[in-house]
């Protein structure tokens, strides 16, 4: 027993070297930016490291082999009374038939970070054989002290690379299926963990992520444990080590789809059709079979995460007291952190289904993620968005954009969904009706990504327009100029949609708004970094709609622009005691005008000779910051003539000196 707790101590020096090399790589690529202090403590954690990393890695070639052994001794350890029969009659690697019982608590004690380690190690190999006399071996049973003279026993058909590798992948997801179906309630929460991480260090390569793929049975009955384990234990570690192995599969299912479905675009001689072909869950008819469903599976497990962390998004809540505070909730650290991966997995399913598929599990998918938006947009003094709602937005912006919502077989179903979920969002956010605690810059960007992301037809419906339309309005006449910034940006972006169909309307209701607001910051003038913040959007996006214009409206744009960044000129007494934001507005405006002016002579001609106020202001600001100009250069030059002088000047005058 003591070589198998030697094999442990191996195993967690080799797991803590991965851990560690993994987090110091990114530092050290960003090693020469680092002061030299903390560059030299840094550079000599790396060495350190890799030099420890060296040190297992000359012995893993044995240590692997050795591993694999103790895990077969567990798994055949592991198996009910009645399966006694199939136990080696020699024993096992490291026990023999007499000592069969006291070696199983020490098995037991040290088979998961063995099983982590040896993950990792097929990890790092990509599950290539680098030992030439691995395909012609069995799993990887090397002669150890306690088969001597069972030699016999090591004689087996000859194994195919293929066969090898199917072998150590059933071995490790075997050990880890048998342990988490079931944990006893002494088990670990480090030996639960430990198990999770090797079954994502498995999945994380390409030929475990097939085989799991190609087998859907499997996928199902591993997603089922997950759920199983996630509703059981209250570990926020535990549950996020779930989530990743989750996504891992969710991520072997997508490349088996798209595997299909490149193969038989290419089979048929399609390759440059838009069409997609009819693969995915739920095929033509879009049936999803509980029980047989990954993509139903992975629904039931995220809507666990997500009602765990926010209540409200169960039905049956609706009309209980829990499920009617009507305000945003602000989750813990950890709950952002089941939230944002369940968001993560909720969007890839999409592409997991077949275009009929899709149909089927849309609504709740948008349900999912408006519900979170809803419930968890919080208003903040600094206009950021937390991390759950960015990943809310992020989750709302893959869905509307998918390629399902263009395929023929789906488009239909998925405009009219699509509507019903920007219905939702507007009805859920109307500050014209109601007060809202909701954040103003997080539901005005779910309604800028459908308006950037979606087809026409579901954003183009009059009366989402119209709402649409309405909530811009409300937002840029707002007093708050963080929550105008982020406005304006994003009506930037509506504005230059390339369909005229959705930005047009956008375009007439709103740009004597932003007009009126920027003719306001004559008598109004900022007096804080976010308000001239406010302001420079707002003539940004005049500008965006000057170049935006038909030759024949751009001239009643420009005459609009130029008289607004002229009223931000001072005259010079006002110049010298004005706040800073108030010079910058200044040099902004000014700036802008000899810009803008030689772009359009007649325009800019004409308007001064119908004002001669305004004339006059321009020429007083040009002239000031002519003067202002040559008065820095001059102030240069006698500096550098000061520098030019000696150091040290004669008191005695030695002009007329003579010699002798």
Request: hydrophobic share 40%.
């Amino acid at each position: 027993m003591e070589i198998v707790a030697v094999l442990k101590a191996w195993a967690e020096v080799y797991i803590v070297t991965v851990e560690r090399q993994k987090l110091y790589m990114p530092r050290q690529r960003q090693f020469f930016k680092i002061e030299s202090s903390a560059a030299e403590v840094s550079q000599d954690a790396v060495t350190a490291v890799d030099g420890l990393l060296g040190l297992v890695q000359a012995e893993l070639g044995t240590l692997s082999k050795l591993w694999l052994s103790v895990l077969q001794d567990h798994a055949l350890l592991t198996l009910p009374p009645e399966y006694n029969s199939q136990l080696p009659a020699g024993g096992g690697s490291f026990y023999t038939s007499e000592t069969i019982e006291s070696a199983r608590p020490h098995y037991c004690n040290s088979w998961a970070p063995i099983l982590q380690a040896t993950a990792l190690w097929l990890n790092s190999t990509d599950f290539v054989l680098i030992d030439p006399d691995e395909d012609t071996s069995s799993l990887s049973r090397p002669v150890t002290p306690t088969m001597l003279g069972h030699e016999s026993t090591l004689t087996n058909a000859v194994k195919s690379p293929e066969d090898v590798n199917s072998d150590r992948f059933h071995l490790i997801l075997g050990i880890s299926v048998e342990f988490l179906c079931s944990p006893r309630p002494d088990a670990s929460m480090e030996s639960i963990i430990a198990c999770l991480r090797a079954l994502h260090s498995l999945l994380d390569v390409v030929w475990p992520r097939y085989k799991i793929g190609s087998d859907q049975e499997l996928g199902v009955e591993l997603l089922n444990v997950l759920h199983r384990l996630i509703v059981t234990r209250e570990s926020p570690l535990i549950q996020l080590a779930a989530i990743d192995v989750v996504e891992q599969i969710i991520r072997a299912a997508q490349e088996h789809v798209k595997e299909k479905r490149r193969s038989a675009a290419v089979d048929d001689g399609a390759a440059e059709k838009e069409t997609l072909p009819e693969f995915g869950e739920g095929s033509d008819t879009g049936g999803l079979v509980p029980g047989k469903s990954l993509v139903f599976a992975t629904l039931e497990l995220t809507l666990s995460i997500l009602v765990r962390q926010i209540p409200q998004l169960n039905l049956k809540l609706v009309d209980s007291p829990l499920g009617s505070s009507g305000k945003p909730q602000v989750l813990s650290e950890d709950g952002s952190k089941l939230v944002v991966a369940a968001l993560r997995i909720l969007s890839e399913l999409i592409t997991v289904c077949s275009p009929t598929g899709s149909v089927s599990i849309l609504p709740t998918v948008l349900y999912l993620i408006t519900g979170v938006l809803k419930e968890t947009a919080v208003r903040r003094l600094d206009g950021c968005i937390s991390s759950t709602v960015n990943a809310a937005l992020q989750a709302l912006k893959v869905v509307v954009s998918s390629p399902m919502a263009r395929a023929e077989k789906s488009q239909v179903a998925w405009t009219r969904l699509l509507r019903s979920a920007l219905a939702t969002i507007l009805e859920y956010w109307n500050p014209e009706l109601n007060h809202s605690d909701l954040d103003e810059v997080s539901m005005l960007t779910a309604i800028s990504i459908f308006l950037m992301s979606a087809n026409p037809e579901v954003t183009c419906v009059q009366c989402l327009e119209k709402e649409c339309i309405n909530r811009f309005k409300v937002i840029l006449s707002c007093k708050n100029p963080v929550i105008q910034t982020h406005c304006c940006r994003l009506l930037q972006s509506v504005i230059q949609h390339p369909n005229k169909a959705v930005s047009t309307p956008y375009i007439h209701s709103l740009t004597i708004l932003v007009v009126d607001r920027l003719r306001e910051v004559e008598k109004e003038k900022p007096t804080t970094g976010t308000e001239l913040q406010a302001v420079l959007e707002g003539v940004k996006t005049l500008e965006t709609l000057v170049s935006l214009a038909e030759e024949q409206n751009r001239i009643y744009l420009v005459a609009m622009l130029l008289p607004i960044l002229i009223s931000f000129l001072l005259d010079e007494n006002a110049r010298t005691s004005a706040p800073n934001p108030v010079k910058s507005l200044h040099e902004f405006g000014l700036q802008n005008l000899m810009r803008i002016g030689p772009q359009y002579p007649a325009i800019f001609q004409k308007l001064m000779g119908m004002s001669p106020a305004m004339k006059a202001r321009l020429e007083g600001a040009v002239k000031g910051n002519q003067e202002s100009f040559e008065a820095k250069k001059t102030a240069g030059q006698s500096k550098c003539s000061g520098k030019n002088s000696p150091s040290i000047q004669l008191k005695t005058d030695f002009s007329n000196f003579q010699e002798l």
